[in-house]
């Protein structure tokens, strides 16, 4: 099956690979904006990014990894503590 099949639109597969015993799947999220989880404005300064390291069941007894490359957005509304 082709992996974009199941990845949302905005996050890109930068890497797959399949070894004897792991599964690892390597995203990056693409969207330009977020919306701040305090305020729910929209934000389009990035403040900083890093990596999610996500694990799974095991599919045909192989590890499944998930790593997520992300990123966090100032809150760009005055009057929002974030
Ligand atoms: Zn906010």
Redesign the pocket.
Known sequence: METSLLIPPEFEVLATSVTEAKVTLQLQFTASTAY?P??N?LSTRIHSRYVRKLQDLPISGKVVELRLCTRKFF?Q?QD?P?
Do not use: D, V
């Open positions: 701040c305090l305020c404005s809150c509304q929002c974030r």
